[in-house]
């Protein structure tokens, strides 16, 4: 099993939707839970974290997460065609250091 | 705040040689930074945690002996890919915390590496 499951998509919304993306993790151990967004070719840049169970709410952007079910979740309101990235959720993994366990990413696809 | 600089942001290089990347925090210290790699179409595979003053830790399958880090100061650490072959073309990112690990990872812009 993956440390850290996300699902690779597209997901294809339209504009003015939300998109909901979601991410999954094994370790019952991680306390910090990282949404990045990163463009073709270019280098992640972090949208929001969460550490505590419930929503987290950043502007357009939600961060959802509940430890029983091991799950996070991010909600785009009102999608724009610039959101059109992929999307990558990150889990710290205890112990020493604190390193930064990636999903391989969510595509989302936004269209006009 | 939290601006971690990557020089250079491309490289390309004959097979057989070395190739250093800089990651530099700009504007806080960094005891850990961390390097990923990237290979299109797929996800971050963290490499190695870099430690200011000490050997690097590195991940399982990540050879140590290729892929040498040095962490020589507080805003400073380096990857050196040595004799490179083309499969290690890739996207070379480095990351950085400003704080705990829970306020997330500041990423460098990266650096893609093309051997030839």
Redesign the interface.
């Known amino acids: 099993q993956k440390e850290v499951e996300q699902n690779s998509g597209p997901l294809s919304v339209p504009e003015g939707a939300i998109a909901s993306l979601n991410c999954t993790y094994s370790d019952r151990g991680s306390q910090s839970f990282f949404w990045y967004r990163q463009y073709s070719g270019k280098s992640p840049e972090l949208i929001m974290f969460i550490y505590s169970n419930g929503d987290k709410e950043d502007g357009r952007f939600t961060a959802q997460l509940n430890k029983a079910s091991q799950y996070v979740s991010l909600l785009i309101r009102d999608s724009q065609p610039s959101d059109s990235a992929t999307y990558l959720c990150a889990v710290n993994s205890p112990g020493g250091y604190n390193k930064l366990i990636f999903g391989a990413g969510t595509r989302l696809a936004v269209h006009p | 705040g939290a601006v971690v600089s990557?020089h250079p942001s491309w490289v390309i290089c004959k097979s057989g040689t070395s190739v250093k990347i800089e990651c530099r925090s700009l504007d806080f210290q960094a005891t850990?930074m961390?390097w990923y790699r990237q290979f299109p179409k797929?996800?971050?595979m963290?490499m190695a945690?870099s430690?200011e003053g000490s050997k690097a830790?590195y991940e399982q399958g990540v050879e140590k002996d290729k892929f040498l880090i040095n962490h020589a100061s507080l805003t400073l650490s380096t990857l050196t890919v040595t004799s490179a072959h083309p499969e290690d073309s890739s996207f070379y990112?480095c990351?950085a915390s400003p704080g705990?690990?829970?306020?997330?990872?500041?990423?460098?812009?990266?650096t893609?590496l093309t051997v030839v």
């Open positions: 990557q850990t961390f797929q996800s971050l963290l945690t430690n830790t990112i990351s705990t690990a829970n306020y997330g990872y500041t990423f460098g812009s990266g893609r």
